[in-house]
């Protein structure tokens, strides 16, 4: 069964980090790139950054880019998305989202992540 | 960025009536535009791609047009599982980015 299945609901202090990860079945997990994207309460889908699932290359969001890190374990299929200096602005539902042919064409469930003193 | 601005915000609607939203792009995307329904606590799923595509599996009463800076989203009879948000999403422009969201609703 094609599905990604993401990790538990976090709640973490104000300035800690955060690890999210994301594991793939039932397709090539390095023949497509992996995305994560955020939906804050009452946001709008917000794009974080993405992994070449093959090849290990990434690119981020301006907005994250010091603050985010995509990874990936090819043996174990998993992508993950670690933000640091979380504030109570980071509190969302992170999703990651493979990149069909050109689209998002799987999500995962996604993780909800509470930043919270 | 492209921002994409979708109307109405909130749609009511009743079962078997047909629903047409609007995405409206910032600047031009030609076809680049994809959307998506997401019921509550649930993801988002990919419904319609490259503005006019249905995805696998999505019923012939969803439906896209438009190119460029306008689209519009039509589901031609509602059934009661269409009330959910539907977010538009571009790809053309570096980050992509998603709509606001509409939210159809039983009227």
């Known amino acids: 069964q094609v599905q990604l299945v993401q990790s538990g609901a976090e709640v973490k202090k104000p300035g800690a980090s955060v690890k999210v990860s994301c594991k793939a079945s039932?397709?090539?997990?390095?023949?497509?790139?992996m995305h994560w994207v955020r939906q804050a309460p009452g946001q709008r889908l917000e794009w974080m950054g993405w992994?070449?699932?093959?090849?290990?290359?990434?690119r981020y969001s301006q907005k994250f880019q010091d603050r985010v890190t995509i990874t990936r374990d090819t043996s174990a299929s998993t992508a993950y998305m670690a933000l640091s200096s979380l504030t109570s602005d980071d509190t969302a539902v992170y999703y990651c989202?493979?990149?069909?042919?050109?689209?998002?064409?799987?999500w995962g469930q996604g993780t909800l992540v509470i930043v919270s003193s | 960025e492209v921002v994409l601005t979708q109307s109405p915000a909130t749609l009511s609607l009743s079962p078997g009536e047909r629903a047409a939203l609007s995405c409206r792009a910032s600047?031009?995307?030609?076809?680049?535009l994809a959307w998506f329904q997401q019921k509550t606590g649930q993801a988002p799923r990919l419904l319609i791609y490259?503005?006019?595509n249905r995805a696998t599996g999505i019923p012939a009463r969803f439906s896209g047009s438009g190119s460029g800076t306008d689209f519009t989203f039509t589901i031609s009879s509602l059934e009661p599982e269409d009330f959910a948000v539907y977010y538009c999403?571009?790809?053309?422009?570096?980050?992509?980015?998603f709509g606001q969201g509409t939210k159809l609703e039983i009227k």
């Open positions: 039932g397709y090539t997990f390095s023949g497509h790139a």
């Open positions: 490259d503005a006019s």
């Open positions: 992994i070449n699932a093959g090849y290990g290359n990434t």
């Open positions: 999403q571009q790809r053309i422009n570096w980050p992509p980015t």
């Open positions: 600047q031009g995307i030609s076809s680049n």
């Open positions: 989202a493979r990149l069909g042919t050109g689209y998002y064409d799987l």
